[in-house]
């Protein structure tokens, strides 16, 4: 009776460190990317997920036009707020919605309209992906339109990605500026 | 043996009528409003709740500059996502910031900056304070300024804060529309 104990307990241990180990490895570090560095977008991260914040590009004109909301995880936001940097498999997405805007009685106002795209980034500190064209400069790159397709459309994340977020490279490619729950 | 059995279970039973019965009175409906109506601002409800979406008054000259980012609990969202309606208890809070506007590598883009003020909704299905001038229309109503006073600056409802509310009366006084997280 004592040895079968002992030897659950054993198994139990062995199953604990082999989970730690893989872990660490390129296969299961995030819910959101699979072992050949596909990355999948997160579902209801508007309720499950904290905002960083807003901002908005108002001209249709302008690359970046329409009314960004900003979210990531809350032990994302905690990792962050304790050591001021994205722990690695940390996941920041981007929803960019279309610009309503008309004069309420508090003044001319815009808001979020209907979805257009989503950016999404996940934290890779230990280069995982070394040749894979939507991974570089410590992060995963994706985008997706709502058309259901789930594929990420970033073919090259230094054309597609870097040009908007290079100006932000002190910042870890992120404009923490834009984020009160940052800062 | 038994018969302690069934007085635990019975004084289980007690208990839980009890604290269902207290949580509809007037005294603790809310986490945020004393027995006599008074309301307190939440605090973390950046990292705590749920985003429900942003909107902008970019003008200083209007009435409601700002960029406004708004949350509420995620068990008032799970309500209202299933009945259409704010459940009693619910606290709807708005933070307002200023401006900051920029143009960056995506365009001319404006942000949420500095703290200026924040706007508190509670909702009250049971018009529990109806001599209160921060009460009445079914919500009790609080604005706070960040000088840790931590005072309802709200003295009579009506005028301070139905002026921009009424045109949203047919959505229970929230203008919905600007809320991504409700639609």
């Known amino acids: 009776m004592r040895g079968k104990k002992i030897t659950v307990i054993g198994c139990g241990l062995l199953l604990m460190v082999v989970m730690t180990l893989s872990g660490a490895g390129a296969e299961n ?13 997160p579902l209801d991260f508007r309720t499950d997920w904290v905002h960083l914040g807003s901002w908005i590009v108002p001209s249709e004109n302008d690359k970046q036009y329409g009314f960004h909301d900003v979210y990531a995880s809350q032990a994302t936001i905690e990792a962050y707020q304790r050591t001021g940097q994205f722990p690695d498999g940390a996941a920041v997405i981007r929803e960019i919605r279309s610009v309503e805007t008309s ?6 106002t815009s808001w979020a309209g209907d979805v257009e795209s989503w950016y999404l ?3 890779d500190r230990e280069e995982r992906f070394e040749d894979h064209p939507s991974w570089g400069q410590g992060w995963g790159w994706a985008r997706f339109m709502p058309d259901d397709s789930g594929q990420n459309l970033v073919e090259d994340y230094r054309q597609d990605c870097l040009g908007c977020h290079v100006p932000a490279r002190k910042t870890d490619f992120v404009n923490i500026q834009g984020y009160p729950t940052l800062r």
């Not at 004069?103 to 001319?108: E, K, V």
């Open 29 to 41: 570090f995030s819910s959101y990317v699979d072992e050949d560095g596909s990355i999948s977008k």
């Open 103 to 108: 004069t309420l009685s508090g003044g001319q």
């Open 121 to 123: 980034m996940i934290k």
